[in-house]
T-cell receptor, first 117, second 116 residues
Framework: EPEVTQTPSHQVTQMGQEVILRCVPI?????FYWYRQILGQKVEFLVS????????KSEIFDDQFSVERPDGSNFTLKIRSTKLEDSAMYFC???????????????FGEGSRLTVL | AQKVTQAQTEISVVEKEDVTLDCVYE???????LFWYKQPPSGELVFLIR??????QNEISGRYSWNFQKSTSSFNFTITASQVVDSAVYFC?????????????FGAGTRLTVKP
């Protein structure tokens, strides 16, 4: 069964460093998303992406964050200068059509755990 | 604004007990979608169910059942004859069609522990 894959599964970085989290969405999906879950807390929406541009973003997604689809398969989340509070699990998701619309669900990857020291 | 409340932070039951996880939502949209996800200790998010606001039929899938009541803005989840493998954090989520339609809002989650 097709799935969303994310790399790395865990990354440890020093505060102030740049981090890139990578995702390979399901191949025929057109909409892509990043969500974040700080340890023990709720899952929060960061950004959605369609047709090579951001569709929607939350207040969490400030200038330190950016997303990109550098080629036909990868979808990346970049954090320019990491802060301690960026430590979280980052989930990538994709959907075939515009969510929630006619599509049944978002397909989530297994997450990338980011630890900022 | 859309909002999901899962008042039960943690529930602990003994295997074979039935357990109901509560979910109450707020929305200004007339068309919206409700979801339940399971997050086992391994951390991934596992989709369980999607329900749209026009379909109030309750659903049963094996030991899982869902009770959607628009009158009380609730979408509760019941596990019958719980098993140790059901131990996980369960999230209820809401997405509106017209407002913030890319944004699925999650509740804070309920941590279910099923003891043998």
């Amino acid at each position: 069964e097709p799935e969303v894959t994310q790399t790395p599964s865990h990354q440890v970085t020093q505060m102030g460093q740049e981090v890139i989290l990578r995702c390979v969405p399901i191949s025929n999906h057109l909409y892509f998303y990043w969500y974040r879950q700080i340890l023990g807390q709720k899952v929060e929406f960061l950004v959605s992406f369609y047709n090579n541009e951001i569709s929607e973003k939350s207040e969490i997604f400030d200038d330190q964050f950016s997303v990109e689809r550098p080629d036909g398969s990868n979808f990346t989340l970049k954090i320019r200068s990491t802060k301690l509070e960026d430590s979280a699990m980052y989930f990538c998701a994709s959907s075939e059509g515009q969510f929630p619309g006619l599509t049944g669900e978002l397909f989530f990857g297994e997450g990338s755990r980011l630890t900022v020291l | 604004a859309q909002k999901v409340t899962q008042a039960q932070t943690e529930i602990s039951v003994v295997e074979k007990e039935d357990v109901t996880l509560d979910c109450v939502y707020e929305t200004r949209d007339t068309t919206y979608y409700l979801f339940w996800y399971k997050q086992p200790p391994s951390g991934e998010l596992v989709f369980l169910i999607r329900r749209n606001s026009f379909d109030e039929q309750n659903e049963i899938s094996g030991r899982y059942s869902w009770n959607f009541q628009k009158s009380t803005s609730s979408f509760n989840f019941t596990i019958t004859a719980s098993q140790v493998v059901d131990s996980a954090v369960y999230f209820c989520a809401l997405s509106e069609l017209l407002y913030n339609n890319n944004d699925m809002r999650f509740g804070a989650g309920t941590r279910l522990t099923v003891k043998p």
